[in-house]
């Protein structure tokens, strides 16, 4: 046992017994101990590394209970008061306590530890083992010491050989940690054997990796050295490679391009990069690829248009029933074409219903201008990139929809359609709709210019025609360059003609069968009571369904007969049921996006404090709807009573379906005045209009599609605000002959007629 051994407190380094470093000491409490063993320890110093390295001052608790005795070779004084020493591990030993003396350093009593092994065979097959895979590990790895071979052939104590092996090779301080702390030296040999194996492992593995790597190197180098070769082999002979062959066809492409000087020599640049960049460069497939996009758009080539007046009318005609404001409007634009060939091509917008025909009709423009059709949705586009393209340095980068349609199309000329207009959308990645401007101006698109072709292209020859259901939902500054066409719902007779003139034959010449008779009571039959529509998508479908069913019973006669449309639909799905007359209950005409429809508006009283209820999905417009219309009737004192007392719910039925716009006024003032009187109000009766605080009613939005909504829903008698009287012009005269339509500009001529 050994007392009053000062210490060595080593945080970044671990002392092995047989091991001599040098340090270089700047803590004085370090110091103090260093001078402190050189005069009173017979230059003997205990060194010890903390448990816990990351601790600035460790306390006693955190010190170890192993550590090694050093021997102090040397110490020299530097100039900065630093000490340099020189010391060497000699022994193990077990701490058995820490403590301070009356100068503060801190000593330690020590006991060294021996260990008695019985088994000399095993430590001369270990010590023989160990010395074994050291000179294998030395061998492979060029980084090793070879004075250490000598120096172990010489060493014959496997517990000296096993200190001095951990010492020499590379593994972490944690590792060496616990080599330091393990006494027996038959189980420091083993845990060696088995280090130094995996060692040698991952020398072969890593070995073995550069080869393959420095072999796939030179078989690249080989073959590109080869190539070249061959290609100057080739030059001389006078043949072409693949590549050379590829590099002409874009240089004869850009001499039959006319484009002017400076584009030019851009794309002929990019083909001399093309042609001085190897295959193995990545760069080398983006240009391929730009070279392909730029010299094969149809920089130059242009369709000549159909400007024959009577027979694009008649092409017209043959596939869509009606429309004859845009039929007008095309032939507007091929009569000035005629005059004027530079004419830009109108932006038309058709605004309707699902299923009226509108992308249709698209492609019935085009085919009857003779022009190449391609269609572009952007229905939920949020990324401006879509349209206008991506750098060509992105990875998979291409150009824009635009673009793409033009190149596919193959002219310059073509009409593209852009559907869904009203449902881009605006977001954090952008605004679609900005871009779709630059497009659309025909005082900007002769210089378009797609992020990935990086040169202008001239939009102005192409035909854009936008689709949306909703004009409110178009963006106010792309809707100020359109010219809005609606294309409205079909009466049931409209949809009656539409299917026995477009619809029927079409469906006969698809299926290739010559002659199937539907009478018009069946067609009607599906119209009202299988369809709920503005279009007449869902009465194709069933059309269709009919049509195959007679094919695939086989049956002998060619008409479709009632008993076939219940047998093979079942029984009819919408039933236009005659709601009975309530108090409070009264129609008002609503636009939906899908058409013309009823809004049945109930309201009762109860008593109350003069609290408005209002339920089915009434938004905030419609909610000062009813507040005006309260207050009239109070100003008009149309009814005796007292507000103060009774509680008014007003609901709008068809929860589902938002209630947001401001043409609801006159029916809210039907309804209360209506509960209020105690009379009930006809249920054939409806009616569209705002109300103001004096009783004057504004004109509404969509009055053609109300009316044909009321007209399919059995309404005899409609109100409608005086404003609107110019759009009766718009309805079909079968309609307006089955309808009493009163025009009226205050409330009180409604009140006088109906109370």
Sequence with gaps: MIENLPILLLKKLILLPNQEVRLEINNDVSKTAIDNAINNSNDTILVISPINTLEEKPSISDLPNIGVIAKIKSKIKLPNSDYRIVIKGLNRVKILEYYQNETGIL???????????????????????????????????SESDNMLSTTLDNIDDLDLLTDIIVSFLPMEKEKKLLYMNEFDYIKRAESLIKEINIELQIIELDTKINDE??????KEQKNIILKEKINKLNNELGILTDKQLEINRYKELLDDLVLPDKVKKKFMLEIDRYEYTTDNNPDSSVIRNYLEWVLNLPW??????????????????????????????????VSIKKLN??????????????GVGKTTLGMSISASLNREFYKISVGGLNEPSELI?????????????????????????????????DKMVNDFKGDPSSILLDILDESQNNMFIDNYIEEPFDLSKVMFILTANNVEDIPTALKDRLEIIEINSYTEYEKLDIAKKYIIPDILNKYGIKNINIEDDIILEIINNYTKEAGVRELERILKRLIRNHCLENKKTNTITMDDLIKLLGLPKYINSKIENHLGVVNSLAWTPYGGNIQKIECISINGTGNIITTGN??????????????????????????????????????????EGSSGGIAITTAIISILKGKMIDSSIAMTGEITLNGDILGVGGIKEKIIGAYNNDIKTIFIPFDNSNDLSNIPESIKNKLEIILVKNYKEIYDKLF
């Design 389 to 421: 393209g991506h750098r060509k340095t992105f990875l998979g980068a291409s150009p824009g929809k635009i673009i793409q349609g033009i190149n596919k199309c193959g002219v310059k000329n073509p009409v593209i359609l852009i559907d869904e207009v």
């Design 618 to 659: 009434i938004e905030k417009i419609l909610e000062e709807s009813i507040k005006i219309a309260i207050s009239y009737i109070k100003s008009m004192k149309y009814v005796k009573c007292n507000f103060n007392e009774i509680d008014l719910h007003i609901n709008a039925l068809n929860a589902g379906i938002k209630k």
């Design 300 to 333: 130059n080539n242009y369709t000549k248009d159909e400007t024959n007046l009577t027979k694009i009318k008649n092409n017209l005609d043959k596939t869509h029933y009606g429309l004859e404001e845009i039929k007008t409007r095309i032939l507007e634009f």
């Design 107 to 141: 000593k330690s009593k020590i006991k060294r530890i021996y260990i008695n092994t019985s088994n000399n065979i095993k430590e001369v097959a270990l010590l023989r083992k160990l010395k074994d895979l050291t000179h294998e590990y030395m061998l492979n790895n």
């Design 213 to 218: 790597i420095r072999e796939n190197f030179e």
């Design 341 to 354: 060939k530079n004419v830009s091509s109108p932006i038309l917008c058709l605004v309707g219903p699902p």
